[in-house]
């Protein structure tokens, strides 16, 4: 069965966004909104508290989040919270939201299908993730793969190349790969070892936004001077969800 046509009505452009101050507020106007893709039957809202040292941003909720409700509850989920407990991360005091807040999918019988969203898609969505991000206000916000480096920085970027600390419009940010690509690494040594660099990753992460507005670099819309760790993602590579 082909997804349902994407509907019409777009999420609301940032000067429509201005005037909403709580996350509520927000997440009221996210809520009543048409999926902005297709397939997608619920959105699936951001989660944790407001002020955390951390924010997780994905590309979009999968099959299980859309059916809980909830951001990273499935396998990318699971090895997500995974990692950040290694990486002495609390992930309930940390917030944790996706770039597209719908599910996109392909009804391939009983299956639903992850489907790619288009750079048009996310600069839709991009405007609800700023304005969620302004209101969480987390001292620094970590891109899950290539969707979210899309939203972040509104443009579409390298993450194998970018891979670290990173500014997003004036923001602390961090750059690294999505936890689906990890799940998709067929070699058992590969994906050990870039398991580990994930988890270096977020370490890294952990201690950059501990640091403190002093110590962030002052370069804006680019790399910052980061802690950086050796491996650069190994294993499968290619277009669609494997792209880190
Ligand atoms: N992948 C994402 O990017 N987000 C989720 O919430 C789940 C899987």
Do not use: C
Not at 229 to 241: C, K
């Amino acid at each position: 069965m082909k997804p349902q046509a994407a509907p019409s009505r777009a999420p609301a452009p940032a000067e429509a966004l201005t005037g909403v101050r709580t996350l509520a507020e927000l997440n009221a106007i996210i809520s009543a909104a048409d999926p902005n893709v297709p397939g997608g039957t619920r959105a699936v809202l951001g989660e944790g508290p407001l002020h955390p040292a951390l924010a997780f941003v994905g590309e979009q909720p999968g099959d299980q989040e859309d059916l809980q409700g909830r951001p990273f509850v499935g396998p990318a989920g699971e090895l997500l919270t995974r990692a950040m407990a290694d990486a002495g991360i609390r992930r309930e005091a940390s917030y944790v939201t996706n770039s597209v807040k719908h599910f996109k999918f392909e009804q391939r019988g009983k299956r639903r299908l992850h489907q790619k969203p288009t750079a048009g898609e996310v600069s839709h969505y991009r405007w609800w993730l700023k304005r969620e991000l302004e209101i969480v206000a987390p001292k620094l916000v970590v891109a899950l793969g290539a969707t979210a480096v899309l939203a972040l920085a509104g443009k579409a970027l390298p993450v194998t190349k970018l891979r670290g600390a990173f500014r997003f419009d004036g923001v602390l940010g961090y750059i690294t790969v999505h936890p689906s690509y990890l799940l998709r690494i067929p070699d058992a040594a590969a994906k050990r070892a870039a398991y580990d660099a994930f988890v270096a990753d977020l370490k890294a992460a952990r201690v950059l936004a501990n640091r403190g507005p002093a110590h962030r670099a002052e370069r804006s819309g680019g790399r910052d001077a980061p802690p950086r760790r050796s491996a650069q993602p190994t294993g499968a590579r290619g277009g669609g969800r494997g792209t880190p």
